[in-house]
């Protein structure tokens, strides 16, 4: 199968040959020249989340492997990866928003449309993180949480961490309450640059700089956290997006270390 609308990618991880990593398009050509919509929580039937995911996963080099992912939550829970007979059932059944694992062959991911993607390697110490980073888990602080997992269990070196931002709501589209953007006031009292005010006491959101910063705090380095700024709203048929179509489907950030 070819797919169509180029995969997207980290420059700065693909440094590294010892990760296979891409964010999914929206679609792809099937064996019968049709543009089909990419369908990977069962939107239809389980056979065609599988065989969307395989199709997805063998694109990027990964092959005879499925993808680990927990049940997203939008809360601050993490899952690390550290049984390598674990089946992906089971990892499937896990309410968690982040996944670490240093096990080599064992893709990891996170799915998305609006929400931030997070991608985190340890070049040093070889251990992948992919982070589901919503409102909500942002506002828990969930990238900084991962970061102080990765040091509690493997030893991770903040300033070492390499980190990438896929596709996301940005700040032009996400218009929120103060409801929604009073905790990020109390966590930020003294930065503005994570919004900007809308209409009736409105204002948009930039989950990005709010987890750029979150990661700062952290001692993630600026000069390695990387973002592909791809706002999804602003995307048209390019990229899944929940506030432009409501019910739609979503989008695949992996990531795998060669085994």
């Known amino acids: 199968m070819n797919i169509l609308l180029k995969k997207l990618k980290f420059n700065q991880f693909e440094t590294f040959p010892e990760l296979v990593h891409a964010v999914s398009p929206r679609c792809f050509e099937n064996d019968q020249g049709e543009i089909e919509d990419f369908s990977f929580l069962g939107n239809d039937n389980f056979g065609k989340t599988k065989d969307h995911l395989k199709v997805f996963l063998e694109s990027i080099g990964i092959t005879n ?3 680990f992912f927990v049940n997203q939550v939008h809360g601050d829970k993490i899952f690390v990866l ?16 982040a996944l670490l694992t240093h096990i080599p062959g064992k893709p990891i991911g996170v799915f998305t449309a609006d929400c931030l993607p997070i991608l985190v390697y340890d070049p040093r110490l070889k251990v992948i993180g992919a982070i589901h980073a919503g409102r909500k888990g942002s506002e828990q602080s969930i990238l900084f949480k991962v970061v102080r997992e990765m040091g509690r269990v493997y030893g991770s070196r903040p300033e070492e961490l390499v980190v990438g931002f896929g596709p996301a709501i940005g700040g032009c589209c996400y218009e929120v309450g103060e409801d929604c953007a009073q905790p990020f006031k109390k966590i930020f009292p003294d930065e503005t640059g994570w919004f900007r005010a809308g209409l009736s006491g409105k204002c948009f959101l930039d989950l990005i700089a709010v987890n750029k910063m979150e990661g700062e705090k952290a001692g993630l380095l600026q000069k390695n956290i990387f973002s592909m700024d791809h706002c999804t709203c602003c995307s048209a048929r390019k990229m899944y997006s929940y506030r432009r179509e409501g019910k739609t489907g979503r989008i695949l950030s992996t990531i795998m270390l060669r085994p």
């Not at 550290?82 to 928003?97: E, Y």
């Open 65 to 67: 492997s499925g993808l």
């Open 82 to 97: 550290n049984d390598a007979d674990l089946a992906f059932s089971d990892a499937m059944k896990i309410s968690a928003d």
